[in-house]
């Protein structure tokens, strides 16, 4: 095994500081990248606070992961030393069952395994994540990153990216249709960028009056306010296609009002109760309410290549390692447009 640096939080109350783990010898299907940047994902922020009560400590977050391999197995036969590569949410799985079959690696049946926070089946204790200089992933599990994008807006991708194309692919969202998209965040901000590219009339649909210059700016054709009565009702029964980016429990019912019949409101953002779902708003025109969590794998490649195609990163702010204590409180404040990304040299020097 090999010891590197990392940061990471001891408990719920603690704050990040340096630590040493220990990564694993390769075996032979193994890559091991040296990481260049990791993305901040609010889950970061969910698994330390132990707000999902599965958290294990000493944690190291961080599943938005870019870098370059410098050691491969000797039976890898994907990537060569030197690839720039990425690392998502998971890092394995049993690659046998149903879903992993159908490509759908993050519903293993037999659980898959998250890139932190999850058993550690190689050395035991549990899986370390990408707030540290290098990490150890099996092959099937890396991802090709196009040298054409601007690396540190690709890092988030591996998460905010694949969480938001994924809904939209498959509800075959195509160019003409009329799409909305609810809440502009790290989330938001990405379902807009692919909505748009894929050729949708792209609408945000927003509490906030302050958030519409930057909605436009982003390639909208036009913003809803939720708050306002009449603007709500006269886009009634219109959208084809609606992805709501929520991250909080919220009345869902104006929202449905939104959708045509036969049409789909997908959540990926509030995982946590949602109460008094009025059942006329699904029933009477036969409107479906669903949810989407990211994407395997081949689908996760496929976004990473279409944001090649279009020129698609996310709008990220900088920091070094030392100033994610402060970062976290910061996406707790929703003060970033939209992602903060870890200049990983920050904790190699």
């Not at 599990?141 to 591996?158: M, N, Q, R, T």
């Not at 449905?256 to 049409?263: C, I, T």
């Amino acid at each position: 095994m090999q010891e590197v640096k990392a940061y990471g939080a001891e408990s719920k109350e603690a704050d990040f500081k340096e630590i040493t783990i220990k990564r694993r010898d390769l075996n032979e299907n193994d890559v091991k990248i040296d990481i260049l940047y990791t993305g901040v994902c609010h889950s970061d922020i969910h698994a330390k606070q132990n707000d999902w009560g599965n958290a294990k400590y000493p944690i190291v977050p961080g599943h938005e992961i870019i870098g370059r391999v410098t050691q491969v197995g000797n039976e890898v036969s994907k990537y060569k030393i030197g690839d720039l590569v990425g690392v998502g949410c998971m890092v394995d799985s049993c690659q046998t069952c149903s879903a992993c079959e159908e490509d759908m690696e993050m519903w293993c049946e037999n659980g898959s395994t998250s890139t932190y926070n999850s058993k550690d089946k190689f050395i035991g204790g549990h899986t370390l994540g990408g707030y540290s200089t290098s990490i150890v992933v099996r092959e099937e599990f890396v991802l090709s990153v196009s040298e054409k994008l601007d690396i540190k807006g690709v890092a988030p991708l591996l998460c905010a990216g694949i969480t938001t194309y994924s809904p939209l692919k498959h509800w075959n969202v195509k160019e003409g249709e009329k799409v909305g998209i609810i809440g502009l965040g790290g989330l938001g901000h990405m379902g807009i960028k692919f909505a748009v590219a894929m050729g949708a009339k792209t609408i945000m649909i927003t509490t906030s009056e302050s958030k519409a210059a930057d909605a436009r700016r982003l390639g909208v054709d036009e913003v809803i306010i939720s708050k306002d009565a009449d603007q709500m009702s006269a886009h009634a029964n219109s959208f084809d296609f609606i992805l709501n980016t929520i991250p909080v429990g919220h009345d869902v019912n104006p929202y449905l009002a939104l959708l045509k019949r036969d049409r789909t409101m997908c959540l990926v953002g509030a995982i946590e109760p949602l109460e008094n779902i009025h059942g006329a708003n699904l029933i009477l025109r036969r409107k479906n309410l669903a949810g989407s969590l990211i994407g395997g794998i081949k689908e996760t490649q496929e976004m990473l290549d279409f944001c090649a195609e279009h020129n698609i990163v996310s709008d990220v702010e900088m920091i070094d390692i030392n100033e994610i204590n402060t970062a976290f409180e910061r996406v707790q404040n929703n003060d970033v447009k939209y992602r903060f990304v870890i200049d990983m040299e920050s904790l190699k020097n």
